[in-house]
């Protein structure tokens, strides 16, 4: 099965681009995900506005992914969150509450998917959260969960 990927997929590929899978792989689980969509001549087009997005986001090598880590880990990074009396939150903080809010604290555009916690945060106070920026960087960011 020919197939575009619209996001990365580790040992398959990177976004925009064209590959072969196996039947089964593609139709359970890379299409279902949203992970690729079907390869047909119409759909080349589209391979060249995933790529120029992919170029425009991208981190241009190891040396560059070390800049933004600096960049990042210097951050006063604070989450706004809503806290009960006891001090736990609703809920817990997502990645895209911390992508959010490294931009609010003047730090770079990063993607979701590239942010991890050790464990999940439902407390206000200290954490660190780990930001892959390159295959061999990344960013220990440790941010302040705050009430709201």
């Known amino acids: 099965m020919k197939l575009i990927l619209t996001s990365t997929v580790e040992k398959i ?12 792989y593609g139709r359970n689980f890379l299409l279902p995900q949203g992970k690729a969509i079907r390869w047909t001549r119409g759909t080349e087009k589209q391979i060249e506005g995933i790529k120029r997005s ?23 990074i604070k989450v706004p969150a809503r806290v009960s009396d006891s001090g736990h939150l609703f809920g817990s903080v997502t990645t895209s509450d911390l ?17 991890s916690f050790a464990k999940p945060v439902k407390s206000v106070g200290q954490h ?20 709201s």
């Open 13 to 24: 590929g990177i976004a925009g681009d064209v590959v072969e899978v196996k039947d089964g």
């Open 54 to 76: 992919r170029d425009a986001r991208e981190i241009r090598g190891a040396d560059h992914a070390a800049e933004i880590r600096t960049q990042i880990e210097g951050l006063q």
């Open 99 to 115: 992508v959010v809010a490294v931009k609010k604290a003047g730090g770079p555009s990063i993607d979701k998917r590239s942010v």
């Open 128 to 147: 660190t959260a780990a930001i892959k920026l390159h295959n061999a960087v990344t960013a220990h960011v440790p941010f302040e969960v705050v009430a």
